[in-house]
């Protein structure tokens, strides 16, 4: 490994000069405060690289490694950069004389720090349970209304991205929604459709994304409902009739419910009254239960509960519903009273009414509308009273009373409403079918039609007038109606051999017989000059150009009389599928319009094709349609890419910038013109073969950074590319993963190990330093420190840096910045959180669980069940007898202890697994002289002792790992005892032998029955090996001790070990 001698002042200054700690929030320099933020003094874990020979530090009262030489305790002036350090005035240069522990760096292959994504899921929250699956992750188990919260714990190298999905209609049910991009799912008031199982994916461009997965279990159980049928058989050899009522319990639920049935006060099972049958349907599933009398007794005249249980599982209690049968139960009736169909005229108020005529219990009323519509807003419901203040048209429709009371089938009785009303009126000309003429002459048939909408249809009637006066049916002028039944409905006013005196205004009258709504009138002109439709496009508008974003108009002149509707639509070629994709601007497939123009605002290049437009046979000549077609051309500038990029690049280096042309129209006579900033560097014009340019810079200068833009222009306009070139650096990438990257070793603060690696470092100029700034997360002060560069850094290579005297319990926010010749470059920001020691005298743990944070022990989140913290005082009177402890270890009742519940639903062979905090190791090495790399390392022993309480005939099994958390983690079994122990608390010691950070795990295994409970209390790990440990200990599986016993550093490391922020 490559390495550097320290790069930073062994001390950060009381009063920091610009060069060493720079404070960015504007306050005056005289207010600097102490701040307590230094670099380590300590040896690194990576090995150093640099001349130890000419190291020199400035603090006498520290020592440094065997890597770090020993310095003078005098003062020693420095350059304009230097610090102050500890006690001592000593100031060292920044520049030349550097600590060898205080920053690190580990060249390594890319493949060494830039490391495939790995993803494990945790939860937290209001779990009931977590189960492992055979072929798949976890199933976790959750009541309906609690809150989900799933973590997704990822390593890799760059930081891998994280999202989180689900199957089964809802993955995403929120796509691109922030909170699946984080590593927290959370779902607060769960419901039972939210169920499912959730995927957490995680990558970094390295290798295959890594997914896992949990399956998300919602329990719930909803209100169970009893409903009664009654079948009657008639039996051919006896002259009876048998009666036979079932009664069905229903309950949705997850898990499948369990029923039982009550009469009374009395508990009905199957075979305890001859008469009752209870069973359950094969098809249902165990989702019902049906309570079947045979041959109806006076007994059975009782009232019946119905229970509903999933067996207290996540805390769901049991649910129950009843009902009373007598001699009066029978299913509902209903009737209507009010006419069917009911006619009423628009703004009117209806009230439907609706009585339930029978059914024993009283039945409930609802009134519905088919195919689940929704009843007006305006109507109101009281009982089985239906009212529609103002009913409109759109209130019409058929509406239905259902009466139910859970026995038998529920009763409906519908009626249709219909509201008065006339639309749609339309009329049409229709020359004489019997000669090739569209023209209206003299001698020749005419026949007018007119055509109008009514409701109700059997009221419609039509009248006609000529002039303003009355028409009858005559011989030569005869009038027809459709059926009324047929809608819409039409009347035709045929005139036989036309006359001169014919000409005049013929008005059609449609009317409804009961009124109730006001008459609509059709006048169609009939005379000399009544012509069929003659259709145009003025001259040169049937071929039009527009810019994209342009208003067009496009115009069919339409001449005859009377005027028709004119119809807009759009002619694809390339078959049905392309005619059926072109749809008008609005999306429609055809426009009316009445002036014969389509006014197209805004028009896109989409639009660009052939509009048709042609007559339409209402309110004109029932005749074939007259056509034209005007083709539009929609231009637009060209369409380039890239729209916008960024390019790094270092001085000296030769590179080129392309800008390609996608689509454009015109799609000739192209010319592009490159600039830098407003100066002008090339132009030219496209080759039909070519669709795009470059510019080729040979060697940039600092004049040449900037931003490069690229026009390619048509008559529509123009297209650009835009690149920015710049010689700033990527940013910085920290590592997550670095080992034990947390340390504490004084009382008042903590250490941290920060680890980076640099993102495409040979894009740009070398970096010459970083520049470091850090606060507090509760304050609003920024310091910075400059960490000097002095090589060229390769691509992966793992950059460290020690902060120390971080001041506990702070947490700190830390940004870290590139810094070329070009000047600062992308800078990159993390949180570094502070975890709370365990014990403060780093020596002993001890814990006899009396307190609610059960001493930072924690629950395994993949084991089965969980331990329960308990006293005898609090200890439920339903409790298993046979079993546990009836005090804890010291004998006192109101003393806690942690135990396993094995009732139900606990099963043979379930585990519950506890979990220490996590211990840090410190080791202690040392080295000869900084030309000799070896070194010896001691083995700690500590002995690890609890009490025990192992009584009941079911007893499983007691185990206890070893948990080391090194690059990977390992459990090592170090104690067990299985089966019945005796009624009495028992001491068992061990002697433990870590060589990395690691937890305790206590492992309770449940037994074949329910007196099975298992039951620990005061643990305790103390330095050096066991004292007279009890007969009953296995010996440990863990490597034997040297004679040499490492310092513990007894610290809580959730958020750094193996932890993936």
Known sequence: ???????????????????????????????????????????????????????????????????????????????????????????????????????????????????????????????????????????????????????????????????????????????????????????????????????????????????????????????????????????????????????RCVANSNPPVHYSWRRGREALTQGSDAGVEIYEPFFTQGETKILKLKNLRPQDYARYTCISSVRSVCGIGDKSAHFSLNNRTAPPSVKLLLDDPLVVNPGETITLVCLASGGDPPPSLVWVRPGGEELPKRSVVNGGTLTVPAITVDDGGAYSCVASNNVGNPAKKSTTILVRGLRKG???????????????????????????????????????????????????????????????????????DLKFTDFGTYTCVASLRNGGTPEISIDVNISSTTVPPELSVPRG???????????????????GKPKPIILWSRVEEGGAAAAAAALMPDGSEQTESYDGVLRINN????????????????????????????????????????????????????????????????????????????????????????????????????????????????????????????????????????HSALWQNKPRVYGFKLQWTQMEPNAVDRILAYRLGIRQMSQSRWWEQEIPMESTIQKGELLTYNLTELIKPESYLVRLTPITRYGEGDATERIITYSAPVNPHLREFQCGFEDEALCLFSQDKTDEFDWTRHSAATRDTKYTPNTGPSSDHSGSKQGFYMYIETSRPRLDGDKARLLSPTFNMNSKTSSSSSSSSSSVTNNPTYCFSFYYHMYGKHVGALNVFLRQKAQTLTDSSVWSLTGNQGDGWRQAKVNIHPIAAFQMVMEGVRGAGIEGDIAIDDVTIEEGECKDPPPNNLRSLAPLSSPHIWQLCVTLSLALIGRQR
């Open 603 to 738: 028009v896109s290049r989409e639009m660009s094709g052939t509009f048709r437009c042609s007559t339409s046979q209402y309110n004109g000549f029932n005749v074939k349609p007259r056509e034209a077609l005007i083709t539009l051309v929609v231009q637009f500038p060209p369409t380039v890419e890239p729209v916008y990029t960024e390019i790094r690049q270092a001085l000296g280096r030769a590179f080129s910038l392309t800008c390609r042309l996608l689509r454009a129209h015109p799609a000739r006579l192209l010319r592009y013109e490159w600039k830098l900033g407003s100066r002008l560097l090339t132009v030219g014009q496209f080759s039909d073969q070519r669709d795009d340019t470059s510019y080729l810079v040979k060697a940039l200068n600092r004049e040449g950074y900037g931003e490069y833009t690229c026009d390619i222009t048509n008559e529509a306009g123009a297209g650009r590319c835009t690149f920015l070139v710049t010689g700033k650096a990527y940013a910085p990438e920290f590592y997550y993963d670095t």
């Open 1 to 247: 490994m490559k390495h550097e001698d320290n790069l930073v002042p062994a001390l950060w200054p009381t009063q920091l000069p610009p060069a060493a700690g720079r404070k960015r929030d504007g306050g005056d320099a005289q207010r600097r405060q102490v701040e307590t933020i230094r670099t380590s003094n300590r040896s690194s874990s990576e090995t150093l690289r640099g001349d130890s020979n000419s190291s020199k530090t400035s603090s006498n009262s520290s020592k440094t490694s065997s890597h770090s030489s020993k310095t003078s305790s005098n003062s020693s002036k420095t350059s304009s950069n230097s610090s102050k350090t500890s006690s001592h005035s000593s100031r060292t240069s920044s520049n030349s004389s550097r600590t060898s522990s205080n920053s690190s760096r580990t060249s390594s292959n890319s493949s060494m720090t830039s490391t495939p994504p790995t993803v494990r899921i945790v939860h937290s929250g209001q779990a009931c349970n977590v189960e492992e699956e055979l072929y798949s992750e976890r199933v976790f188990i959750i009541r309906e209304g609690d809150t989900l919260q799933l973590h997704c714990h990822v390593t890799g190298h760059p930081r891998p991205q994280i999202r989180w999905t689900k199957t089964a209609g809802g993955a995403s049910d929120r796509q691109g929604d922030s909170a699946l991009l984080s590593e927290t799912l959370k779902i607060t008031n769960i419901s039972r459709h939210q169920g499912g199982r959730y995927y957490c994916k995680a990558e970094n461009g390295l290798g295959s994304p890594a997914i896992r997965s949990i399956r998300v279990d919602v329990y719930y159980l909803d209100d169970p409902v009893i409903t009664v049928h009654q079948s009657v058989g008639e039996s051919k050899e006896q002259f009876y009739f048998e009666r036979t009522v079932f009664l």
């Open 541 to 559: 508008r049937s071929h039009l150009v527009a810019q994209e974003g342009d208003t067009v108009d496009l115009q069919c002149l339409v001449s």
């Open 426 to 496: 339309r009329f049409w000309i229709t020359p004489d079918p019997y000669h090739n003429d569209d023209n209206i002459q003299i001698g020749r048939e005419v026949k007018i039609s007119c055509q109008v909408e009514a409701t109700p249809p059997e009221e419609l009637q039509f009248s006609w007038l000529k002039n303003g006066r009355p028409l009858r049916s005559s011989e030569r002028m005869v009038i027809t109606h459709t059926d009324t039944e047929v809608t819409p409905g039409t009347t035709n006013l045929d005139i036989i």
